[in-house]
Structures are given as C-alpha cells and as structure tokens.
C-alpha cells in the first residue's frame, strides 16, 4: 500500500505541473493578486486585469501569457490612505487601446497601447474618484462618471466627455443619482447608465438626457 502510495505522489509530481490548465499556471505568475477590474478584447485577442498591488497586465487571450505589466500612479496624499482600486479597464473598439480609470481621492484616466504596453494618456488634472468609462463606437473618445465633482464641491454623479487622442476634457455635467456604471452604444452617440433613481440614456450629440427610466417602488 504505502508502495502504491509513493508511485502515486512520484507521477503527480513529475507530471502534474505540466496537467494544470494554463489559466491557473498565468494566475500564479502574479501571485494570485486580488483582481479589482477585468476587461476582455475579441477584436485584439487580449484580456486586461487590474490588480491589488496596483498594477494593470494585459495578457494574450489565445494562451494565457502576460504580455505588459503596466505600474499605476500612487494617487493617495503623500502615499497614505485608503487601499488604491483599479475601478475599471476597457478596451477600445479595436483594442489597440486600453483605458483605466481609478478610484481614489485624487482620481485619473489612463490610456495605454495594448501592443506596447505605453501610457499614451494621463488625464489626472482635478479629477475626482473616478467610477466608470467607456469609448465611443469610433474610439475618438472617453465617457466617464465622476462621484464627486470639485466644481461643485458636492458628492454626487457627474458625467463627463474627453477627447481620447488628447485627453481634453470637452464637458461635464452634473446627472445626480449616484450612477457606477456606463456603457456606450456600439453604433452612436448615446449613453446608458443606471443609478439609484432609474436608468438614463444620454445623448452626446445633443448633450441631454433622451430617456429617464425611473425604478419601481415595492
């Protein structure tokens, strides 16, 4: 028995590294990180992961391998505060890009060549926390929601609009509701986004709520 026991343990050790399935052998090249954001690219072959120890890996889709580890900015006050979050990652229509934007007292955007693994972008100038960001059908530019707006001094959900080749900002404007998420429609210029109160369309066009579609109370 213990005979049969030792040939067991002999196979698994020689043979079973080379058995784990690949994603498990890419999760251990990073340590198994907490992963706070994820985003996937069909149109680039690639996933990105946002990760604990503040750093963004943009991986090859097809096996697993890490392609560029990209070291975020420290945005806490004098590196002290609460832990930094990647909030989200995504990847522009092509994939050739990668925004990230950040949630932290003194928020950014950043936007990243997927086939270098460069910051093209830091748009980080009076940035609140930052919660969502999403491309527009053509990639020439960013919408993002903001929790809290400087301007105003008040928390609360404001939408945003950059030019993704510069990073200036084109506007803002003040949605309230406290929306977290925001996605853009494949084949125009509208906005959809959920908050406490409803979901909301938004044309960017014509810079004005299209559609409030409020919750219903139980």
Request: charged share 15%; hydrophobic share 40%; proline share 4%.
């Amino acid at each position: 028995m213990k005979y049969q026991i030792f040939i067991v343990l002999f196979v698994f050790m020689v043979f079973g590294s080379s058995l784990m399935p690949k994603n498990q052998q890419a999760t251990g090249q990073v340590n198994n990180d907490t992963i706070y954001a994820f985003d996937y690219s069909a149109a680039a072959g690639m996933y990105a992961t946002g990760h604990y120890d503040w750093k963004i890996r943009i991986w090859d889709a097809a096996t697993n391998t890490l392609l560029h580890t990209i070291q975020a900015p420290d945005l806490r006050p004098n590196g002290q505060g609460d832990v930094f979050s990647i909030q989200q990652l995504a990847f522009s229509p092509s994939g050739e890009r990668l925004a990230a934007c950040f949630y932290a007292e003194g928020g950014a955007i950043l936007v990243i060549d997927t086939s270098t693994g460069q910051t093209l972008l830091d748009i980080s100038e009076s940035l609140p926390t930052m919660k969502a960001i999403t491309w527009s059908s053509d990639g020439d530019r960013l919408a993002g929601i903001y929790e809290w707006s400087a301007i105003a001094n008040e928390w609360d959900g404001w939408l945003a609009l950059w030019d993704a080749g510069t990073g200036q900002e084109i506007r803002q404007t003040l949605i309230g509701g406290s929306p977290v998420s925001l996605d853009w429609h494949p084949s125009d210029d509208r906005l959809i986004y959920p908050s406490y109160t409803g979901v909301s369309v938004w044309d960017t066009e014509q810079w004005q709520e299209l559609v409030a579609i409020p919750f219903e109370s139980e």
